[in-house]
């Protein structure tokens, strides 16, 4: 026993310590709120209005990363290019602590100051508002790798050569590179020089400009022009060869829709993206026109965790193997691809506003499949998705905040929970073309910047004339959904008897319903919180319709 209570208390000690402190507090959350709690110096270095980060915004990363298979480091010299919005001697910037600084050089630069994974950038002077400036950090090292997850993965192909890819959405990409991690600050354009071996490919976002060659090694010229997420800053190495479809967009223009695939899966690549012209095709529809064809649209082979996929802007990382998981397609490549207009184009203003990103993405694949293959698929589609629910935590998370590991597993609901209240708010509505006019006008007035979920309500509510605050507040602030309990029981006249009631008072302002339907008919009900009781045919089986009325959860009381 006491050898039991030493080893916990090591294990606890070594969780607690600072590299791991982020990652243990997602597990113990608030007991009222079922949050994790956040320390003060949390809240100093993801708060929005923090004065070190407030006075000042990125207008372009310039970064020139010089990537080092045999040595597993990357050696990086990166242009920071601000304009003051307030006046302050002090800028807050964020680099984890294990890559280490060669350089800092700036315009009356005083000196530098790391404190955990932060940087204090002094001046000698006040910078004053409307005051442009460049911050150059010249750093190497290599990229944290916890429990197996890391922003830079160095792997080998099939043929035992480097094939190294980045993604900084989970671990943050303050861990790759200096920046400012705070989501609504998005440079309005990003350049990313990737130095490698003469014998390997990098890509990386936005468009190639050129590449420059010495004896040993090229350089990758990338450069994004738009305002792109922090996040989705990336780059990929490998033996890559190209891959071209041909589109034509919503707008009649001629496109082209690119994959970087390994070379020894060239055919295989070539018969997989048959499908990305046929998905833009009904994501345009949906959402309007692609927003980044003077980036280009780019798809590419990589070797992320567990083979995950990436909405990287413009260049988007899939990790999946090729694989059709529905009729001919891949609903995570849909997913992706919607990405570039739900978290990419319309981004939330704080991590803590993710699901406008997840939620419209994992619904989109819903809307994809109802659009390609019928309604009745789509609903079914949407009743698996409902399986994988938790239930455990609010949707919206804990603003101002930093985050590590931002899309914790416990985290899951923003995905298919918020594509449920999505659906919800679909029903609720009851007019289709007003609501996708809503997805497709969204687009429009938010494009290339960030809201709060605040402000995508009350754009919501503007459109519709309506208040479905009751619905955000039910669906995303709490995390226990309506429920239905019901049994079902037998009478002596060849009846089945269900009976259902909600199991708690519906807030004020939602009018769910819920269907049944029992062979060709089907039954409109308007549960309360008393008993009520539905008399059915007993040769007939019996479904609650779940996506015909919104999201809720069901109980057996009898099991
Ligand atoms: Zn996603």
């Known amino acids: ?110 000196k ?46 099939k043929k035992n050569r480097p094939w190294i890819c980045t993604s900084t959405e989970g671990m943050g990409p303050d861990q790759l590179f200096p920046c400012k991690n705070l989501l609504y600050d998005e440079p309005d354009s990003c350049f990313i020089h990737t130095q490698v071996p003469k014998d390997l490919t990098a890509v990386a976002n936005g468009k190639l400009d050129s590449i420059t060659n010495s004896t040993t090694t090229s350089t990758y010229h990338w450069s994004v022009h738009n305002p792109i997420n922090i996040y989705n800053i990336s780059f990929n190495v490998g033996n890559y060869v190209k891959i071209k479809k041909d589109y034509t967009d919503i707008n009649g223009i001629p496109r082209v829709i690119e994959a970087y695939v390994l070379d020894y899966n060239k055919e295989l690549g070539e018969k997989y993206y048959d499908q990305a012209p046929l998905i833009m095709k009904e994501l345009e529809k949906l959402y309007g026109s692609f927003p980044w064809w003077n980036d280009g ?109 931002w899309v914790n597993p416990k985290d899951g609901d923003i995905y298919g929970k918020a594509s449920l209240f999505i659906h919800t708010l679909r029903i609720a509505l009851n007019d289709d073309p007003l609501f996708f006019e809503i997805l497709k006008t969204a687009q429009v007035k938010f494009a290339k910047s960030n809201i709060t979920t605040d402000q995508f309500l009350s754009f919501f509510n503007e459109k519709t004339g309506k208040d479905f605050t009751p619905y955000f507040d039910l669906y995303l602030k709490e995390f226990t959904p309506p429920t239905i309990e019901f049994s079902i029981t037998q009478n002596s006249d060849n009846k089945k008897i269900v009976n259902y009631r909600w199991a708690q008072e519906l807030p004020k302002g939602i009018d769910l319903k819920i269907i049944i339907s029992s062979g060709e008919k089907y039954y409109t009900l308007t549960p309360s919180t008393t008993f009520q009781s539905l008399e059915l045919p007993l040769d007939q089986k019996h479904y609650f319709e779940i996506m015909k009325t919104g999201y809720y959860l069901l109980k057996d009381v009898n099991n």
Request: proline letters at 2%.
């Open 112 to 157: 530098i100051k790391r404190k955990r994974n932060t940087l204090f950038i002094i001046y000698k002077r006040n910078l004053k508002r409307g005051e442009k400036s460049i911050l150059t950090i010249s750093y190497h090292g290599k990229p944290h790798v916890l429990l197996g997850n890391s922003t830079l993965f160095w792997e080998k192909d």
């Open 297 to 405: 649209c780019r798809f590419i082979e990589t070797c992320l965790k567990d083979g995950s996929c990436m909405e990287h802007q413009s260049a988007i990382s899939m990790g999946d193997n090729y694989a059709i998981n529905y009729m001919n397609f891949n609903t995570t490549l849909v997913h992706e691809l919607s990405h570039e207009w739900w978290g990419n184009n319309l981004t939330g203003y704080d991590y803590a506003d993710a699901w406008l990103h997840e939620g419209f993405a994992t619904y989109s694949e819903a809307l994809f499949i109802e659009a390609v293959f019928g309604k009745q698929k789509s609903a079914n589609y949407l009743n698996n998705t409902s399986r994988w629910v938790g239930n455990i935590r609010p949707i919206i998370k804990t603003s101002d905040v930093a985050y590590k590991c």
């Open 1 to 110: 026993m006491k050898k039991l209570v030493i080893a916990f208390t090591i294990i606890i000690s070594i969780l607690s310590s600072c590299k791991f402190r982020p990652f243990l507090k997602y597990y113990l959350p608030n007991k009222t709120t079922h949050l994790p709690n956040f320390k003060k110096w949390d809240r100093f270095v993801g708060s929005n209005t923090n004065s070190l980060r407030a006075c000042y915004d990125i207008t372009c990363y310039d970064w020139k990363v010089n990537v080092l298979p045999i040595k597993e480091e990357i050696k990086s010299t990166i242009k920071i290019h601000f304009k003051m919005t307030g006046d302050q001697d002090t800028l807050l910037l964020d680099l984890q602590s294990n890559l280490k600084i060669d350089a800092v050089e700036s315009d009356d630069l005083k």
